[in-house]
């Protein structure tokens, strides 16, 4: 097939160049805001939302306006599709959906985490509303849903004991509405985290390797505290391990540390909060498949962890780059000087916003998820077709917003 032999609503990259060149980019605009939604990759349990099972390498529109790329529409309503076995999409049976499907009837939904996430596996969901409470379903089998409970180890009925196929309150109305990366959240590593209105930060689920930040390998399963009270951004990576910075600029990191995720310049583990370097013009901070990644607020953007797929973007097929394959643990700087939004990938692949509203992306190509039509990784950053509000991706599926 022709490149610019499309199916409609499937982007080739000769019409992607015609809409930069015509001036049709989509302009960055505040969380939030109305946009369209598109998805791309792995389709294997509908979770693209295109009414079939058919992988995309290029993104393909979702009907209707949406607010968060999570799945809540621009009237608060709170839509799920895909796998469905334990429960997780949120609409009380176990029945996978390959187009979008709203759940209860509620237009309060302000944002939505790991509903979209591509996985054939029992997986767990949260979402928040525009009064600031907290909402979780799905698997709970240790717990990692918040809501002081967990059905039992193994891959026994216990598992789904005290599950929920609807959403069910985490106590609290201080839970995060504004503000860009405040909840962190990992298909299957079982553990989330989530900045609250007066900065303070709260983890649960599982603590294997010190995930949780606690000093220990307790698992919890309702939210307990990190201390401070001046958290700013919080990102859960596709491993046992979560990066944060602080309003003081401070970066922050804890838990598995195999590859040098956590920036220490070692691979120690830590379960409780560790400083990398000493930099305090940190801004925003992003997690992947046993990397890390930040912004500093002079838009340059830092990368560190597993490289095995180039997802450090340190184009290393040159003479001068770090060797293919070369994990780096500590940060390593990727050009340039307007990057704004480091954003979680689909495994082994990683993305980032620049402040003219293009969105870029890295690494291991996921079977298309990183929107390029071609089957390749990318060592060094690659511009997704157009641009866009966000960008979101997990396992093998990403999704971007672009302004409606």
Not at 11 to 24: P, V
Not at 255 to 274: A, M, W
Not at 326 to 333: I, M
Not at 334 to 343: D, L
Request: glycine content about 14%; aromatic content about 12%; overall charge neutral.
């Amino acid at each position: 097939m022709a490149i610019t032999d499309k199916k409609p609503g499937v982007w080739g990259l000769d019409q992607t160049y015609n809409k930069i060149n015509q001036g049709s980019i989509w302009n960055y605009s505040a969380f939030g805001d109305a946009g369209t939604l598109w998805s791309m990759g792995y389709n294997n349990g509908g979770d693209l939302g295109q009414n079939n099972r058919t992988k995309y390498s290029s993104p393909v529109q979702i009907p209707g306006t949406w607010k968060d790329i999570g799945g809540v529409k621009s009237d608060g309503t709170l839509w799920s599709w895909g796998y469905n076995s334990i429960g997780a999409l949120g609409l009380n049976d176990t029945t996978n959906r390959s187009s979008p499907v709203q759940v209860g009837s509620d237009t309060t939904w302000n944002s939505s985490h790991g509903m979209i996430d591509n996985s054939d596996s029992e997986k767990e969901a949260f979402g928040i509303k525009t009064d600031g409470t907290l909402w979780a379903w799905g698997w709970n089998h240790i717990g990692q849903l918040g809501l002081n409970d967990a059905g039992g180890p193994g891959p026994t009925p216990s598992q789904r004991q005290n599950s929920r196929s609807s959403p069910t309150q985490i106590p609290g109305t201080t839970w995060p509405t504004t503000g860009y990366n405040k909840f962190g959240w990992s298909l299957s590593y079982l553990s989330s985290a989530a900045i609250k209105t007066d900065g303070t930060l709260w983890v649960w689920g599982a603590s294997w390797q010190g995930a949780l930040g606690q000093n220990s390998e307790t698992y919890y399963s309702s939210p307990v505290q990190i201390p401070g009270t001046t958290w700013k951004s919080i990102s859960r990576g596709l491993s046992y391990s979560f990066t944060a910075t602080k309003t003081d600029g401070t970066l922050w990191a804890w838990g598995k540390n195999e590859y040098g995720s956590l920036g220490q310049n070692n691979t120690t583990r830590y379960s409780s909060p560790v400083q990398i370097g000493s930099d305090t013009d940190w801004d925003i901070t992003s997690g992947g498949s046993s990397t890390g990644s930040a912004v500093k607020t002079d838009g340059t953007l830092w990368v560190w962890g597993y490289n095995r797929w180039g997802q450090l973007g340190q184009n290393q097929d040159t003479p001068t780059s770090i060797p293919a394959h070369t994990s780096c643990s500590s940060p390593v700087q990727i050009p340039g000087t307007t990057w704004t939004r480091p954003v979680q990938m689909p495994t082994n692949s990683m993305g980032a916003m620049k402040t003219d509203g293009t969105v870029w992306v890295w690494g291991f190509y996921n079977g298309g998820a990183l929107g390029q039509n071609y089957p390749a990784n990318y060592h060094s950053p690659v511009q997704i077709p157009g641009a866009g509000i966000n960008l979101r991706g997990s396992t093998s599926v990403a999704f971007v917003m672009k302004e409606a």
